[in-house]
């Protein structure tokens, strides 16, 4: 059974418009959440992360995610998208918040227009 | 600079050669890791080690092998390569187990078997 997964596997968006990639996760408890980043021939870097508390989260250049229990889902958007935002994009799900269920989605690929 | 550091980039194998991976890190990381990344399935967990002398098998660990003698050092090796192995690898370290703390990923290997 798939733990997370990310619909789209690649998104296209004008410069300046709303970027929203979705993931959703398959799980009995509230895991950890996480979106990673990775730009061409480089390693993933953390975004941002959700463990406890707050449910919408703050990342870096500007993303921003929400933790939705009731829809099992923690979709990454960003207001206004740059072409330095063109990249491939990872939620990744840690099961028993141990790190020893920690499970990437496929990839969402995202190309920003001009 | 401090981080994961992956040798070789890029490599070519025949099938049914052997060879090392290397993953080192200079961030006194207790927990290492490798993944390897294919089209369309995303990062898959093969092996990790949550300390010196002590590794575990992720999901794909078939054909794979780890030892983990130091903290800094975590190599991978493949003992008879096939086609099936071509992919990019990539070792990830985090502080302790359990991704709270976040994993800090090396910038990857390239293999290709033919």
């Known amino acids: 059974a798939q733990s997370v997964t990310q619909l789209g596997s690649h998104v296209s968006v004008s410069e300046g418009a709303l970027v929203l990639l979705r993931c959703n996760y398959s799980?009995?408890?509230?895991?950890?959440l996480f979106w990673y980043v990775q730009y061409p021939n480089q390693g993933l870097q953390l975004l941002l992360k959700?463990?406890?508390?707050?449910?919408l989260v703050k990342g870096i250049n500007g993303f921003e995610a929400e933790f939705k229990k009731s829809e099992t889902s923690f979709h990454l958007t960003k207001p206004s998208a740059h072409m330095s935002d063109a990249a491939e994009y990872f939620c990744?799900?840690?099961?028993?918040?141990?790190?020893?269920?920690?499970?990437f989605g496929t990839g969402t690929s995202l190309t920003v227009i001009p | 600079n401090a981080g994961v550091t992956q040798t070789p980039k890029f490599q070519v194998l025949k099938t049914g050669q052997s060879m090392t991976l290397q993953c080192a890190q200079d961030?006194?990381?207790?927990?290492m890791s490798w993944y390897r990344q294919d089209p369309g399935m995303g990062l898959r967990l093969i092996h990790y080690?949550?300390?010196?002398?002590?590794?575990d098998q992720g999901e794909v660990p078939n054909g794979y092998n780890v030892s983990r003698s130091t903290t800094e050092d975590f190599p991978l090796r493949l003992l008879s390569a096939a086609p099936s192995q071509t992919s990019v690898y990539f070792c990830?370290?985090?502080?302790?187990?359990?991704?709270?703390?976040?994993?800090?990923f090396g910038s990857g290997t390239r293999l290709t078997v033919v």
């Open positions: 990830a370290s985090s502080l302790r187990q359990g991704v709270t703390y976040g994993y800090t």
């Open positions: 799980s009995s408890v509230p895991p950890y």
């Open positions: 959700y463990t406890t508390g707050a449910t």
């Open positions: 990744a799900v840690d099961l028993a918040n141990t790190g020893n269920q920690f499970y």
């Open positions: 961030m006194n990381h207790e927990y």
């Open positions: 080690s949550v300390g010196a002398g002590i590794t």
